[in-house]
C-alpha cells in the first residue's frame, strides 16, 4: 500500500512563508507525476501545483503564480511546495497527490491522481 504523507503547515501571518514536503511511502511505487491541491471551508478541492516528472513540467494555478514554487525528487517520490508572500485566501488543507501512470486527463484534475494524502492545514491571517 502506498502513502503519502504531508508535513510544514501551520499557522502563519500574511507575507510570510511556508513550505511544504510530500512524501512517498510503502511498497515499491513510481509515480507519473506529483501534484498539490486544496480545500477551504465550504469550498471544493482545487489545483495548486504540479509536476510532471518525464520532463519536469511544472503547473501552477493563476492564484499562486509567482509566489509558490514546487520542486521535488523523483526518485525519493517527494515533492515540496514553498509558499512565499502567503494571503489569508491562502488558507486551506492542502494535500497532496500522485499518480502511478501516464494519463490522458488533465494535470488540475483531482480526478487525475489515485493516491492522496491525508492534508496539512495551512493557516495565514491577516
Known amino acids: 500500500q502506498v502513502q503519502l504523507v504531508e508535513s510544514g503547515g501551520g499557522l502563519v501571518q500574511a507575507g510570510d512563508s511556508l513550505r511544504l514536503s510530500c512524501a512517498a511511502s510503502?511498497?515499491?511505487?513510481?509515480?507519473?507525476?506529483m501534484a498539490w491541491f486544496r480545500q477551504a471551508p465550504g469550498k471544493e478541492r482545487e489545483f495548486v501545483a504540479a509536476?510532471?516528472?518525464?520532463?519536469?513540467?511544472?503547473y501552477y494555478a493563476d492564484s499562486v503564480k509567482g509566489r509558490f514554487t514546487l520542486s521535488g525528487d523523483n526518485a525519493k517520490n517527494t515533492v515540496y511546495l514553498q509558499m512565499n508572500s502567503l494571503k489569508p485566501e491562502d488558507t486551506a488543507v492542502y494535500y497532496c497527490?500522485?499518480?502511478?501512470?501516464?494519463?490522458?486527463?488533465?494535470?488540475?484534475?483531482?480526478?487525475?491522481?489515485?493516491?492522496w494524502g491525508q492534508g496539512t492545514q495551512v493557516t495565514v491571517s491577516s
Open positions: 497527490a500522485a499518480v502511478s501512470r501516464p494519463f490522458s486527463g488533465y494535470y488540475y484534475n483531482t480526478r487525475t491522481y489515485n493516491y
Open positions: 510503502g511498497r515499491t511505487f513510481s509515480s507519473y507525476a
Open positions: 509536476i510532471i516528472w518525464s520532463g519536469g513540467r511544472r
